[in-house]
């Protein structure tokens, strides 16, 4: 049973440009969560979503950052315009969704804005 | 919202010797997750925890969850160098069901000497 798959595990882009981050959850997990984690900080929640749904987008920037997770394929998380400050790990994970199922971690994806 | 402090922020154990990890919430924990994470890598799930006083070990790591649900410690046994890395608590918000994601500490960082 593959886990939760990220990709790409790391991105360079300059500045201006898009990043677009994937996410499968496990199988059988209809819940997504991203997560961000700055140098020197800690991890920091982002977005919650189902399938067709943002449930929960309190941890999303106002600009340049959108999440989807459509009926088919994977969960995107989309940052637009780049700036240094973007770089970071971005980390996906999924459950069953209930209280007290598990929620796993992706192996992440590190952008680097250069 | 909720905040969760970890202590120590960092920890250098010669091997095999005892250890232990705390984690404090500022409100009632609902779930309380412990992952490891190793530099550079993805979380990887230890325990999760939901009762007021429950335990749980898995291999030389425990796991507590105190009565009023405010605190978690997480103890290794005859440390050894492959639990280096970064430990980190993350509470279910408000009554769990991942609406509100995982807050997280900051994390407790794990050396082990030889």
């Given at each position: 049973n593959a886990g939760v798959m990220q990709n790409p595990r790391h991105l360079v882009r300059r500045r201006g440009q898009e990043a677009r981050l994937r996410c499968s959850p496990m199988k059988g997990h209809s819940h997504v969560y991203w997560y961000r984690q700055l140098p020197e900080e800690g991890l920091k929640f982002m977005v919650y979503l189902q399938k067709e749904n943002?449930?929960?987008?309190?941890?999303?920037?106002?600009?340049?950052f959108s999440a989807e997770f459509p009926k088919e394929g994977p969960s995107i998380l989309r940052i637009q315009?780049?700036?240094?400050?973007?770089s970071a790990a971005y980390f996906c994970a999924s459950s069953?969704?209930?209280?007290?199922n598990t929620i796993y971690f992706g192996e992440g994806s590190w952008l680097t804005v250069v | 919202s909720q905040e969760l402090e970890q202590s120590p922020q960092s920890l250098i154990v010669q091997e095999g010797k005892n250890l232990t990890i705390n984690c404090t919430s500022s409100k009632t924990l609902y779930g309380l997750y412990w992952y490891k994470q190793k530099y550079g890598e993805g979380l990887i799930f230890l325990m999760m925890l939901q009762k007021g006083g429950e335990e749980k070990s898995h291999e030389k790591i425990t796991a507590k969850l105190d009565e009023k649900k405010q605190q978690s410690s997480l103890h290794i046994t005859a440390?050894?160098?492959?639990?280096a890395g970064i430990y980190l608590c993350g509470a279910e918000g408000r009554?769990?069901?991942?609406a509100d994601g995982l807050t997280f500490g900051k994390g407790t960082h794990l050396i082990i000497q030889p």
């Open positions: 943002i449930i929960d987008e309190s941890g999303m920037p106002k600009e340049r315009q780049v700036v240094r400050g973007d069953q969704g209930d209280s007290g | 440390s050894q160098p492959s639990h009554s769990g069901g991942g």
